[in-house]
């Protein structure tokens, strides 16, 4: 027998979950890992066609279609690379929820997350910097992509410092815990979690850091990244405070938390890991449709996996799988800071985040080699 710990952050006593489709998903083997991944397959099939229609149409010839086709699939591959943490972050959370809304998450939660962060959001931010109305936006993303994509990278530092925030407020917190008793970094995360119960440490942290970030920028930048960083701060408190009285009132109405206030933190969440990507994105094409094709087939690989984790109890059966997501969590939000001053290729921000989780993986099948019968 394997002994996988009692750690709140890992318990294995899931909820049952069911798909859009009314199939009831259970903690257990009882699937392949294909079958997790089919509707993500149909998407990827779909979105690669949609893609080279889209390139052919813009360009009349093979070689734009081809161009066309190959960046929405390096997007999608950089989605899909950045949102491995995500994934895990999701299935945590997720596992806590009730089934009614596990099942809203996995459907409403995949229609805000590709056409809300991939779609809605970008406009949001030219509506916002250019004071113009959305169908303008719109209209500016489809007629000239060049302008549109200024537009964005213009609001790049205050994207970065938000996000940055808020990721680094949700990695502090998994490590501040006084709750947490299984440690993959011992030295640090023992003593993490030793002081937890002193309120608003993760405050006090991330706020030094933020006015550390803040000298190095010059008068006009720092008050836009001092802004940008107080503003996602605050966005995560009142989510933690929103999330936590929605919870209350369903555990004294229904018995069960995990409501609302879960599903609003997942979205948020999800919004502030797509931050980097939605903005690196630009780099690699100017245009919307294009960008939200490539970065949607991501984001049903992040569902696929968030279920997979859930039903297959993953997070339970590797006991520092959850640990690398959080770790990869803090490196992003310290990169975020970091492309406040310069780009960092997205690769390497993928790579990372992925490399810590191989490696937390890998510690978990040592522990469970040493440990298991």
């Not at 229609?111 to 959305?134: N, S």
Request: with cysteine.
């Amino acid at each position: 027998m394997c002994d996988v710990g009692t750690e709140r952050s890992s318990a294995a006593i899931l909820f049952n979950m069911t798909d859009p489709q009314g199939t009831k998903l259970r903690q257990g083997p009882a699937h392949g890992v294909i079958h997790y991944f089919k509707w993500a397959f149909i998407v990827t099939f779909a979105g690669l066609a949609l893609g080279a229609v889209l390139g052919w149409q813009q360009t009349g010839s093979l070689n734009g279609m081809l161009t066309i086709f190959f960046i929405v699939a390096v997007l999608a591959v950089l989605e899909i690379s950045l949102s491995f943490d995500n994934a895990i972050v999701n299935a945590n959370k997720l596992k806590t929820m009730t089934p009614e809304w596990q099942h809203r998450f996995l459907t409403w939660g995949i229609l805000i997350a590709v056409f809300g962060m991939r779609i809605l959001f970008p406009l949001l931010i030219v509506v916002v910097a250019a004071k113009v109305t959305p169908w303008e936006a719109l209209v500016l993303a489809a007629s000239n992509p060049e302008q549109y994509a200024h537009i964005m990278e213009g609001a790049h530092l205050s994207i970065s410092a938000f996000g940055g925030t808020f990721l680094m407020m949700v990695g502090l917190a998994f490590f501040f815990d006084g709750e947490k008793d299984i440690h993959w970094v011992r030295w640090i995360e023992a003593k993490a979690a030793s002081y937890a119960t002193v309120k608003g440490i993760e405050v006090a942290v991330v706020l030094l850091i933020v006015l550390a970030f803040t000298k190095l920028h010059d008068d006009v930048e720092s008050r836009v990244f001092l802004s940008s960083a107080i503003w996602g701060l605050v966005t995560f408190l009142c989510v933690e405070v929103l999330g936590g009285v929605l919870d209350r009132k369903a555990t004294l109405v229904e018995g069960a938390k995990g409501g609302l206030g879960a599903f609003l933190y997942l979205e948020v969440l999800d919004a502030s890991f797509s931050f980097d990507g939605v903005i690196g994105a630009f780099a690699l094409s100017k245009n919307l449709f294009v960008i939200a094709i490539g970065l949607g087939i991501g984001a049903m690989y992040v569902r696929s996996m968030t279920i997979m984790l859930v039903e297959k109890g993953t997070l339970a059966q590797y006991r520092y799988l959850e640990h690398g997501a959080f770790y990869a969590i803090l490196v992003l939000s310290v990169i975020m800071y970091i492309q406040s001053f310069f780009h960092i290729p997205e690769v390497i921000t993928g790579l990372g985040g992925a490399a810590l989780i191989g490696v937390a993986l890998w510690s978990s099948m040592r522990w469970n080699k040493r440990h298991c019968t």
